[in-house]
């Protein structure tokens, strides 16, 4: 097995089309066909169905799919590691980060970073607890950053900030006269982040440990980006869980009340993969992070 055949077979599972994924890897139709068939002969097992003009990865395909990229993304961080032998930090360094992170702490320690390192490219992706631990697992991202609770053995972390979860609601909504009690929390109605969130799973987390079993709230509307929990709940009728980052503004500007109930602190924290090489680019930007922990 060759690098170029596991860079041939991404490129056309990812796109689920020979012509377009071998034009991404600058190959003709045939020279593609050919790099998958003896990678499949070699080992036994098919890799593609071909119906038609379609093809759609087998059972065999999905499994591999995983671990191909996995692969390819050693071999380019191996290639990297080289590469920067004496040199300063440069290229590129990719982050993917939660929402609230995103939006709310990470942007100041992106323009810090860049004005010290003019010569390196950011580039940002959001998505939730979930997706950002599976990116740096498959090597799509350098570092990750995250509000929930992983368990994978393969990443290490680090505690970068905290963060204060709120309940919220509108304004006339019975609890900012009465604050609930558990069995008033249970009825809600809620409306919530999706979950793999890290505000939902960190909600989720502060009550069971106060004894509150999440699966008993009724949750009326499950959505899936912060601003979206804010303009609903505002509303009226509801109660969220947000930030209390992302809540100031709405707060100060009374659309929305904050509800006498506490929940525990959640970490933010930092990703990375224990058997990936982190290149300068990525050591650099950690080394600012102990200056801006809040």
């Known amino acids: 097995m060759t690098l170029e055949q596991l860079r041939i077979f991404v490129a056309v599972a990812e796109r689920e089309h020979l012509t377009r994924g071998a034009a991404a890897v600058h190959l003709s139709p045939s020279a593609a066909s050919t790099a998958i068939r003896q990678l499949e002969q070699r080992y036994g097992t098919p890799l593609f169905n071909r119906v038609g003009r379609q093809i759609e990865l087998t059972e065999s395909g999905e499994r591999f799919l995983p671990e191909a990229r996995r692969a390819l993304a050693a071999a380019a961080a191996a290639e990297l590691a080289l590469s920067e032998v004496g040199q300063q930090p440069s290229g590129s360094l990719r982050l993917q980060a939660s929402q609230t992170v995103a939006a709310y702490w990470l942007p100041p320690v992106l323009m810090r970073f860049h004005a010290g390192h003019l010569a390196v490219e950011l580039t940002l992706t959001i998505g939730?607890?979930?997706?950002?631990?599976?990116?740096?697992?498959?090597?799509?991202?350098?570092?990750?950053?995250?509000?929930?609770?992983?368990?994978?053995?393969?990443?290490?972390?680090?505690?970068?900030?905290?963060?204060?979860?709120?309940?919220?609601?509108?304004?006339?909504?019975?609890?900012?006269?009465?604050?609930?009690?558990?069995?008033?929390?249970?009825?809600?109605?809620?409306?919530?982040?999706?979950?793999?969130?890290?505000?939902?799973?960190?909600?989720e987390a502060s009550l069971s440990a106060d004894g509150i079993d999440p699966s008993t709230l009724e949750v009326a509307l499950t959505l899936p980006s912060n601003e979206a929990i804010l303009t609903a709940v505002a509303s009226g009728g509801y109660a969220g869980v947000l930030s209390e980052r992302v809540a100031a503004a709405a707060l100060a500007a009374g659309q929305l009340r904050r509800i006498d109930f506490d929940l525990r602190p959640r970490p933010f924290r930092m990703l990375w993969h224990k058997e990936r090489y982190r290149t300068r680019a990525a050591q650099a930007f950690e080394a600012l992070l102990p200056r801006h922990i809040r």
């Open 128 to 203: 939730n607890t979930e997706t950002v631990s599976q990116a740096i697992l498959d090597g799509a991202a350098d570092l990750g950053f995250i509000e929930g609770e992983i368990d994978e053995p393969a990443l290490a972390m680090r505690l970068v900030a905290t963060d204060r979860l709120l309940v919220l609601t509108a304004p006339d909504h019975p609890w900012a006269t009465t604050p609930p009690d558990y069995a008033a929390l249970a009825r809600g109605p809620w409306i919530l982040r999706e979950r793999g969130s890290g505000t939902r799973s960190a909600f």
